[in-house]
């Protein structure tokens, strides 16, 4: 190890570094880490360590704030309007079911292994290094993106709460940039910033805040509720403004409650970020679980008390699509036109503990991705005197404040959730592989074999659901699906024993909640768009570029270092061609 030459010490090293790509990649792309190397040896990386200082009431605060944001304020609207009508109530029950069934497999992992990485540590230590960079590199993509969205719509609702007509005036037009870029947002860019401060300062600190503003931001939305329910009109639940229109409380039918569940389903991204406090949490076993979940329920009862309170104010087909609740008090009963403007003030405090929340979990994510040597380790220093990820923080919280000073809301709304779900998705497989599958004891194949198998029956279904036309034959063939993928599940929960238990808190019914959460995130992936998809495989593309470039060389010197130690260096390929050859 000694004599190893650094692949960044001169232009000549590194231009052997890449010729020795395909060995390298051989050797670290598949390597897996371990829980004690994650929670140990990785974590003495950062320096000082983060404090634990966190309870599960912080948790359900962080979970909270992260979740009720200003996404139910826009996605509401169109599912009710273009997809279930006043079914949308049970759309947020289906979709807090589908983040709960994720929220399971995310605690599992959390209470095992208590880091800051989140989904990038618990398929590192599954899947390898390489898939580990992918989904956590797109997680850290779609976090950026999104909070510089969420800090434009912050400035949107002021103007809301403000009374002001329209939210260019708070805004400034440079008129020789392209459209779409040329709206410089300077209250948005100063969002970003106060809140980068708090989060570098103390994690403490930022849940008294979010706790704080979650609870002004909940009382906005109980009083936004009881006011819909005051002066709603239950028959508004069955009969549509324009009696052309389909009438009943399923107009859409059974599809248009799912598809409501796919467009809403957005609304739920920001618990994961949770699941990055891990390592600040006094009592992981207990806390976690309570705070994950809880969160989520308590998110899924809150949001359908709302859909159900905008049904109750006007008929599907009269709800503004893009405001909804605001649109609904402009045009529900008389007296109640004023509740608009504090609807954009509660907005407000929703955006801002969203931003919080989600700017506190992308720091964490990068910190441990530091830890891992695949992006330089200045990235996973924790300061000695706050014992915050402040290099993370700071460097990410600035990109945020570029990204939002100039790039339209509609542009970056574009561009998000497709790599959430597909990190959703891969913890979901992570969690049955790690049950199934002991490095060097066990043999991997049957448990791949079943979860590509379920994953191909949930594909085949999606596009059915989506593209197939109305009839028998197309339920005949969606039938067909379920029944292939149940057969797969219970041959597989018959024929595989589990290589390990968790010692503490384990998702329940295994293998059947996670399998349903894979179903339903693939569900949810066949619901985006063609820009969306377009968006994840050119980031993936430039993060599978980084990876080749970087990242795999940073690492393998780290590990010739000792670094990262040999144990960590087995791959999954290097078991599997073990067993292959015992077989």
Same mark, same amino acid.
Request: overall charge neutral.
């Given at each position: ?33 371990? @829980?004690?190397?994650? &929670? ?8 000082? /360590? ?7 009431? $912080? !948790?359900?605060?962080?979970?909270? +704030? ?24 049970? @759309? ?15 605690? /599992? ?15 590192? =230590? ?11 590199? #797109? ?10 969205? =969420? ?15 329209? #939210?260019?005036? !708070? ?67 069955? /009969? ?42 006094? #009592? ?35 709800? $503004?699509? $893009? ?7 402009? /045009? +529900? ?19 801002? &503990? ?31 005197? &706050? ?8 460097? %990410? ?51 791949? @074999? ?5 994953? !191909? ?17 197309? +339920?005949?063939? %969606? ?27 384990? =998702? ?31 980031? @993936?593309?430039?993060?599978?570029? =980084? ?37």
């Amino acid at each position: 190890m000694g004599t190893h030459s650094h692949s960044f010490s001169s232009f000549k090293s590194y231009l052997h570094a890449l010729s020795d790509t395909p060995n390298r990649l051989r050797r670290r792309a598949c390597s897996v880490s371990t @829980s004690s190397e994650e &929670t140990s040896r990785l974590r003495a990386r950062s320096g000082s /360590e983060m404090k634990r200082t966190l309870g599960w009431h $912080d !948790l359900i605060g962080f979970g909270v +704030g992260g979740m009720v944001g200003a996404g139910v304020f826009v996605t509401t609207g169109r599912a009710s309007n273009l997809c279930a009508g006043p079914a949308v109530v049970l @759309s947020y029950a289906i979709a807090g079911l589908c983040a709960l069934l994720s929220s399971f497999c995310y605690t /599992e992992f959390a209470v095992d292994m208590p880091v800051a990485g989140g989904a990038f540590s618990y398929i590192r =230590v599954t899947f390898g290094e390489f898939l580990a960079f992918l989904t956590g590199a #797109n997680l850290i993509i779609d976090y950026v993106l999104s909070n510089a969205a =969420v800090a434009r719509g912050f400035t949107s609702y002021l103007g809301t709460a403000l009374g002001l007509p329209a #939210n260019a005036q !708070l805004r400034f037009t440079i008129h020789g940039l392209p459209k779409g870029y040329n709206e410089i947002d300077l209250i948005a860019v100063l969002v970003v910033l106060l809140i980068t401060i708090v989060i570098c300062y103390s994690t403490k600190e930022s849940s008294w805040l979010n706790m704080s503003l979650t609870a002004l931001h909940i009382l906005f939305i109980v009083f936004v509720i009881a006011v819909g329910f005051w002066r709603g009109n239950l028959i508004n639940f069955t /009969e549509p403004g324009n009696p052309q229109n389909a009438g009943g409380f399923f107009p859409f039918g059974a599809s248009g409650v799912f598809n409501g569940a796919a467009v809403v389903y957005v609304s739920y991204i920001g618990y994961d970020a949770v699941s990055t406090m891990a390592e600040e949490v006094e #009592n992981p076993v207990k806390n976690i679980p309570i705070g994950v979940s809880g969160s989520v329920i308590l998110v899924t009862i809150l949001y359908c008390l709302m859909a159900a309170s905008m049904s109750a104010l006007l008929p599907y087909d009269m709800i $503004d699509a $893009d405001a909804p609740f605001s649109g609904a008090f402009k /045009e +529900g009963p008389p007296g109640v036109k004023w509740v608009s403007n504090v609807i954009g003030v509660g907005a407000s405090f929703g955006i801002v &503990t969203s931003l919080l929340v989600a700017m506190l979990g992308q720091a964490r994510y990068m910190c441990v991705i530091g830890r891992s040597c695949v992006v330089p380790s200045w990235f996973a220093k924790v300061h000695p005197s &706050t014992s915050t990820p402040v290099n993370a923080s700071s460097s %990410l919280g600035i990109f945020t404040a570029a990204i939002a000073l100039f790039t339209d809301l509609d542009i970056l709304l574009d561009l998000v959730s497709i790599g959430t779900l597909f990190v959703f998705y891969m913890v979901a497989n992570a969690v049955i592989y790690r049950r199934y599958v002991a490095i060097g004891t066990t043999n991997p194949w049957p448990t791949l @074999s079943f979860l590509f198998s379920f994953s !191909l029956t949930s594909v085949m279904f999606t596009l059915l659901w989506h593209c197939a036309p109305s009839g028998k034959p197309k +339920g005949f063939m %969606l039938g067909v699906c379920v029944a292939v993928a149940i057969a797969v599940l219970l041959v597989f929960l018959f024929m595989v024993p589990q290589a390990r238990k968790p010692e503490n808190w384990g =998702v329940p019914f295994m293998p059947w909640i996670p399998s349903i959460s894979i179903f339903l995130n693939i569900f949810l992936l066949g619901a985006l768009n063609k820009g969306s998809y377009l968006r994840f495989g050119f980031f @993936s593309a430039l993060t599978v570029l =980084v990876y080749v470039a970087y990242s795999v060389h940073s690492s393998f010197d780290a590990e010739e270092d000792g670094t990262l130690s040999q144990k960590a260096g087995e791959s999954i390929k290097e078991c599997i061609e073990r067993e292959v050859h015992i077989l």
